[in-house]
C-alpha cells in the first residue's frame, strides 16, 4: 500500500516569496491533516479536512496561509508572502474517519525561509 | 486545554539497557494516547496506541506503553535498547470522541551508545 506522499522534499525562498506545498494521502483516507513542525518542537496542527471540508483551521495564520483539498484527495497548502518564521517542517498525514483512527504521516516538506 | 509534556528532551543509553521515555497529559477527560518515532529525514512512525481496554499496550520493535489515569501519564518503555532506536520520540493526545486532532509534546531525541 502507498503511503502519504508529498512534495517538494526541500525548498529555500526569500521572505515575502510565495510557496506551495502538495500531498496525495493514503487511498480511501477521509481525513487528511497538515502539521507545522519547527526545530525543536513538537509537531502542531495548521489545518484539518474532512473529504473536501475544513473541521480545524483554528491555528493556521490566514491571513498568509491557505489550504485546499479538490475532490476530496488531493491537497495544497500555500504561503504568501512567507515569513522568516515559517522555515519548519510541513508534514501531511491521512487518516480514516474516526477519532480514534490511526494518522499515516508523509516524509514532510522542509522549508527555509532566507 | 489538553497538553502534553515530555520530561527530558534529551536521553541517552547503552545498548541493551532500558528505555524510559516520560510523558504525562493534561485532560479532564482520559484522552486517546499515542506514540510516534521521528528517523532523521522522514515522517513520523506510529509505535502505540491507547484507546479503551488493557492499560498496557504492546507496540512495535518491542515498545510498550501503560495508561495510569492516576497518574496522566503514559510512559513508553522498551526493556532492551538497540542501536536503532536512536531517534526522537513523540507522545500525542486526541480528544476521545469527535475529530481526531493531535496534540503533540516536544519530542524526546533517544541517542543509543555501545
Known amino acids: 500500500e502507498a503511503g502519504v506522499a508529498q512534495s517538494p522534499r526541500y525548498k529555500i525562498i526569500e521572505k515575502r516569496q510565495s510557496v506551495a506545498f502538495w500531498c496525495n494521502p493514503i487511498?480511501?483516507?477521509?481525513?487528511l491533516y497538515w502539521y507545522q513542525q519547527i526545530l525543536g518542537q513538537g509537531p502542531k496542527l495548521l489545518i484539518q479536512?474532512?473529504?473536501?471540508?475544513?473541521?480545524?483551521d483554528s491555528q493556521l495564520p490566514k491571513d498568509r496561509f491557505s489550504a485546499e483539498r479538490l475532490k476530496g484527495v488531493d491537497s495544497t497548502l500555500k504561503i504568501q508572502p512567507a515569513k522568516l518564521e515559517d522555515s519548519a517542517v510541513y508534514l501531511c498525514?491521512?487518516?480514516?474517519?474516526?477519532?480514534?483512527?490511526?494518522?499515516?504521516f508523509g516524509p514532510g516538506t522542509r522549508l527555509l525561509v532566507l | 486545554a489538553q497538553s502534553v509534556t515530555q520530561l527530558g528532551s534529551h536521553v541517552s543509553v547503552s545498548e541493551g539497557a532500558l528505555v524510559l521515555l516520560r510523558c504525562n497529559y493534561s485532560?479532564?477527560?482520559?484522552?486517546?494516547l499515542f506514540w510516534y518515532v521521528q528517523y532523521p529525514n522522514q515522517g513520523l512512525q506510529l509505535l502505540l496506541k491507547?484507546?479503551?481496554?488493557?492499560?498496557l499496550v504492546k507496540g512495535i520493535n518491542g515498545f510498550e506503553a501503560e495508561f495510569k489515569k492516576s497518574e496522566t501519564s503514559f510512559h513508553l518503555t522498551k526493556p532492551s535498547a538497540h542501536m536503532s532506536d536512536a531517534a526522537e520520540y513523540f507522545c500525542?493526545?486526541?480528544?476521545?470522541?469527535?475529530?481526531?486532532?493531535?496534540?503533540f509534546g516536544a519530542g524526546t531525541r533517544l541517542a543509543v551508545h555501545p
Open positions: 485532560s479532564s477527560v482520559p484522552p486517546y
Open positions: 479536512f474532512q473529504n473536501n471540508g475544513v473541521v480545524d
Open positions: 498525514a491521512s487518516s480514516f474517519f474516526g477519532s480514534s483512527e490511526t494518522q499515516y
Open positions: 487511498s480511501g483516507h477521509a481525513t
Open positions: 500525542a493526545v486526541s480528544p476521545s470522541g469527535g475529530y481526531n486532532k493531535l496534540i
Open positions: 491507547y484507546t479503551t481496554g488493557a492499560t
